[in-house]
T-cell receptor, first 111, second 115 residues
Framework: SQQGEEDPQALSIQEGENATMNCSYK?????LQWYRQNSGRGLVHLIL?????REKHSGRLRVTLDTSKKSSSLLITASRAADTASYFC???????????FGTGTRLQVFP | EAGVVQSPRYKIIEKKQPVAFWCNPI?????LYWYLQNLGQGPELLIR????????DSQLPKDRFSAERLKGVDSTLKIQPAELGDSAVYLC?????????????FGPGTRLTVL
């Protein structure tokens, strides 16, 4: 079963625009991670945010975490065509000792 | 540094045939994971190894799936016999230690098609 649900399922934008993806989850977590998957490839880790953190930045990526709402968002600023990929949130849920992935957001960035 | 290596990249078999996937994790990574990813979905854990010990195989359909990591390095995942519903991408990942604070490093996956 998948704990996280991403919203939207698909997103199309123009280069230079910002892209925002949201993730909701069901149980308490130790941390939440975001991964990117290019078509036909494995997943690549982007960023990890711990349950006691509210915001984290890495280059053009900004992640927020609201544990009271059990939700997270990933913002990609000044998007590029190379950002075209699927993006997954993954939660390290307490009491399960495993990483549970969401359903993903498919991002298409048009040049 | 070499990443996680998986082979084959693609496999097409007829139903009821056996199939095996191989994974070599990043050198020094104690933890190895096998995931199943259906089209349009996120990966779902099948089994997790800490060194040579399977510490979580609760999601592995043991009637037809088996896995081994005999020397705590590379691993093999087997399906026998394969069913139509097994068509998916099988991903291997590794990390320096168990989940909690560590990112997982994924291989490119094996895309299985069962006809």
């Amino acid at each position: 079963s998948q704990q996280g649900e991403e919203d939207p399922q698909a997103l199309s934008i123009q280069e230079g625009e910002n892209a925002t993806m949201n993730c909701s989850y069901k149980t308490s977590i130790n941390n939440l991670q975001w991964y990117r998957q290019n078509s036909g490839r494995g997943l690549v880790h982007l960023i990890l945010i711990r349950s006691n953190e509210r915001e984290k930045h890495s280059g053009r990526l900004r992640v927020t975490l609201d544990t009271s709402k059990k939700s997270s968002s990933l913002l990609i600023t000044a998007s590029r065509a190379a950002d075209t990929a699927s993006y997954f949130c993954a939660t390290d849920a307490r009491n399960t000792d495993k990483l549970i992935f969401g359903t993903g957001t498919r991002l298409q960035v048009f040049p | 540094e070499a990443g996680v290596v998986q082979s084959p990249r693609y496999k097409i078999i007829e139903k009821k045939q056996p199939v095996a996937f191989w994974c070599n994790p990043i050198s020094g990574h104690n933890t190895l994971y096998w995931y199943l990813q259906n089209l349009g979905q996120g990966p779902e854990l099948l089994i997790r190894y800490e060194n040579e010990e399977a510490v979580d195989d609760s999601q592995l359909p043991k009637d037809r799936f088996s896995a081994e990591r005999l020397k705590g390095v590379d691993s093999t995942l087997k399906i026998q016999p394969a069913e139509l519903g097994d068509s998916a991408v099988y991903l291997c990942a590794s990390s320096p230690r168990g989940v909690g604070n560590n990112e997982q490093f994924f291989g490119p996956g094996t895309r299985l098609t069962v006809l």
